[in-house]
């Protein structure tokens, strides 16, 4: 079994600053993707930020929305299994559960994906 558990997140005023972080735990092999999914009200799940192979800020892979580049951060830490992401000068738009995934090979060789519960950003206006 593999978990996937999401901390920060909160309510901020709009310019203001969060950081999520995400921690993967149980029976992992390896890792080859981490990143975050968000779902405002009424919209569809929406890829925020993504981050393959790699520790730190870039890898083979680090994908971001549009809407969310030169504001938003990626990192890894492999030791660790944790992705965190850094929000700075933060929109009414960004509102949304934000949601942590993991692409994880199990102890077993297999290839799944797993999500944590979610956890939601508010900015005000």
């Known amino acids: 079994q593999v978990q996937v558990v999401e901390s920060g997140g909160g309510l901020v005023q709009a310019g203001g600053s969060l950081r999520l972080s995400c921690a993967a735990s149980?029976?992992?092999?390896?890792?080859?993707?981490m990143g975050w999914y968000r779902q405002a009200p009424g919209k569809q799940l929406e890829l925020v930020a993504a981050?393959?192979?790699?520790?730190?800020?870039?890898?083979?892979?680090?994908n971001y929305a549009d809407s969310v580049k030169g504001r938003f951060t990626i990192s890894r830490d492999n030791a660790k299994n944790t992705v965190s992401l850094q929000m700075n000068s933060l929109k009414p738009e960004d509102t949304a559960v934000y949601y942590c995934?993991?692409?994880?090979?199990?102890?077993?060789?297999?290839?799944?994906?797993?999500w944590g519960q979610g956890t939601q950003v508010t900015v005000s206006s």
């Open positions: 981050l393959s192979s790699g520790t730190g800020t870039s890898g083979t892979g680090t």
């Open positions: 995934y993991a692409v994880v090979t199990n102890t077993a060789r297999s290839i799944a994906n797993y």
């Open positions: 149980g029976s992992i092999f390896s890792i080859n993707a």
